[in-house]
C-alpha cells in the first residue's frame, strides 16, 4: 500500500549536520512537510516545502525536495543537543505521516 | 501566535466507559483533523471535518468513533465504549497547508 518511509534511527555528534530523509508516494502531494515532536510532547511544525520547489532554506534547516524521486530530505546544520527529538515528514495529499526518525544528538 | 489547544492533557479511563476529547481549534480555520499516536508508533489519520461535516474518515475511524462541533469554538471527538487498544496520543489539528496541532491528549484506558 501507499505510504510514507524514513529511516528509524540517527545519531550525530553535536556540531555536525543531521540529514533525515524520507519517500513518499502521493504525486498530488501539493506541499510536504517536516514536524518535530520532543518527548511527551505534540507536533510542531518545522518546516515545509510547495512541490514545485527544490529546496528551502531557513536558518539551519535545508529541505531538498526530489519530486521525480518522491524524495524529501531535511538537513540540520551545526545540530545541537535540544535538536534531539523525532522529525516526522508528511505529505499534504492525504497527509500521511511517516513512522519518524528519532534523532540522537551526543555531546 | 494563535495555537491549537487540547483539553485534558492526560485522561485516564476504564474499558467500556465513554470519553470526550476536547480542543480549541485556531479561530479562522475552517478544516479539523483528528489523529492518533499510539505509543512509539507513526502518527495516524483518524478523520477530517469540514462545513460540519466529515470530508474524510480512515478505517480507524470505526462506530465507536464521532466527531462534533458542537459550537462555534470547540471540536470533539468522543470515544463511545473504549478499548485497552484505543491507549494512545491524540492529536487534534486545524487548519490547511500546513496543519498546525495541538499538544496532544494522552488517552490511557485500563
Known amino acids: 500500500g501507499e505510504d510514507v518511509e524514513q529511516s528509524l534511527f540517527l545519531s550525530v555528534r553535536e556540531g555536525d549536520s543531521s540529514v533525515i530523509n524520507c519517500t513518499y508516494t502521493d504525486s498530488s502531494s501539493t506541499y510536504l512537510y517536516w514536524y518535530k515532536q520532543e518527548p511527551g510532547a505534540g507536533l510542531q511544525l518545522l518546516t515545509y516545502i510547495f512541490s514545485n520547489m527544490d529546496m528551502k532554506q531557513d536558518q539551519r534547516l535545508t529541505v531538498l525536495l526530489n519530486k521525480k524521486d518522491k524524495h524529501l530530505s531535511l538537513r540540520i546544520a551545526d545540530t545541537q543537543t535540544g535538536d534531539s527529538a523525532i522529525y516526522f515528514c508528511?505529505?499534504?495529499?492525504?497527509?500521511?505521516f511517516g513512522a519518524g526518525t528519532r534523532l540522537t544528538v551526543k555531546p | 501566535e494563535p495555537e491549537v489547544t487540547q483539553t485534558p492533557s492526560h485522561q485516564v479511563t476504564q474499558m467500556g466507559q465513554e470519553v470526550i476529547l476536547r480542543c480549541v481549534p485556531i479561530?479562522?480555520?475552517?478544516?479539523f483533523y483528528w489523529y492518533r499516536q499510539i505509543l512509539g508508533q507513526k502518527v495516524e489519520f483518524l478523520v477530517s471535518f469540514y462545513n460540519n461535516e466529515i470530508s474524510e474518515k480512515s478505517e480507524i475511524f470505526d462506530d465507536q468513533f464521532s466527531v462534533e462541533r458542537p459550537d462555534g469554538s470547540n471540536f470533539t471527538l468522543k470515544i463511545r465504549s473504549t478499548k485497552l487498544e484505543d491507549s494512545a496520543m491524540y492529536f487534534c489539528?486545524?487548519?490547511?497547508?500546513?496543519?498546525?496541532f495541538g499538544n496532544g491528549t494522552r488517552l490511557t484506558v485500563t
Open positions: 489539528a486545524s487548519g490547511t497547508a500546513p496543519l498546525h
Open positions: 479561530s479562522n480555520h475552517l478544516y
Open positions: 508528511a505529505e499534504s495529499g492525504d497527509m500521511r
